[in-house]
């Protein structure tokens, strides 16, 4: 079985500063783990995903995560705070070997980025 | 690319009556289509699974019977809510994959009220 749990509920930062959204993951196998990010009234856009290549996986609009097999985790990091990062993002990952295609997607709870101008 | 769209965008209801929500893919073939449920400030979670031309696969704990799933062709699949009860307002969201994509491409989600 696989689950994945996102630390905070809500995280706040300022504009301009780093960005961090924590994640910890269990899985059966070797995971594929992915960020989507939710904007109000729109669809689930993928940020980034790992598939068991590169350890630092490099998304769009400046954010990356780093997937670390001894601790478990996949936390989501910008270096730099944009408003237009409001948003809910997601933690997901997917025990299948299709690397998220073909399996169904566990989803973490949820984390409400809200950026202070 | 890869675009997933929903329709409608928002239904209401009365209860008892069935509602049908359509995926689709408009630029790809997506052999494998996924349903998922997401309450209000809660995450998503996935109810069914299917492939075109097959029976979908449903999780544990989803009525096969109230959340009637056809994906008969490789760009539309279809979710119907039989005999629909207040408990089942949601917002219900799609996602599609490809045989050659490894990711899932999500709809805009369909907001469903039962009066």
């Known amino acids: 079985a696989q689950s994945v749990t996102q630390l905070d509920s809500h995280v706040s930062v300022s504009e301009g500063t780093p960005v961090l959204l924590r994640c910890n993951y269990s899985s059966s196998y070797s995971p594929s783990l992915f960020w989507y990010v939710q904007h109000p009234n729109k669809g689930l856009q993928l940020l980034l995903k790992?598939?068991?290549?590169?350890?630092l996986v490099k998304g769009i609009n400046g954010f990356e995560a780093e997937f670390k097999k001894s601790e478990t985790s996949f936390h989501l990091t910008k270096p730099s705070a944009h408003m237009s990062d409001a948003a809910e993002y997601f933690c997901?990952?997917?025990?299948?070997?299709?690397?998220?295609?073909?399996?169904?997607?566990?989803f973490g709870k949820g984390t409400h980025l809200i950026i202070q101008p | 690319g890869a675009v997933v769209s929903q329709h409608p965008s928002r239904v209401i209801c009365k209860s008892g009556t069935s509602v049908k929500i359509e995926c689709r893919s408009l630029d790809f073939q997506a052999t494998t289509m996924f349903w998922y449920r997401q309450f209000p400030k809660k995450s998503l979670m996935l109810m069914a699974t299917s492939n075109e031309g097959s029976k979908a696969t449903y999780e544990q704990g989803v009525e096969k019977d109230k959340f009637l799933i056809n994906h008969a062709s490789l760009t539309l699949s279809t979710l119907t809510v039989t005999s629909a009860h207040p408990e089942d307002s949601s917002f219900y969201i799609c996602?599609?994959?490809?045989?050659?994509?490894?990711?899932?491409?999500f709809g805009p989600g369909t907001r469903l009220t039962v009066l």
């Open positions: 997901v990952v997917s025990d299948g070997y299709s690397g998220g295609g073909a399996d169904g997607l566990t």
């Open positions: 790992y598939t068991s290549a590169a350890t």
């Open positions: 996602s599609a994959s490809g045989s050659y994509t490894d990711t899932q491409y």
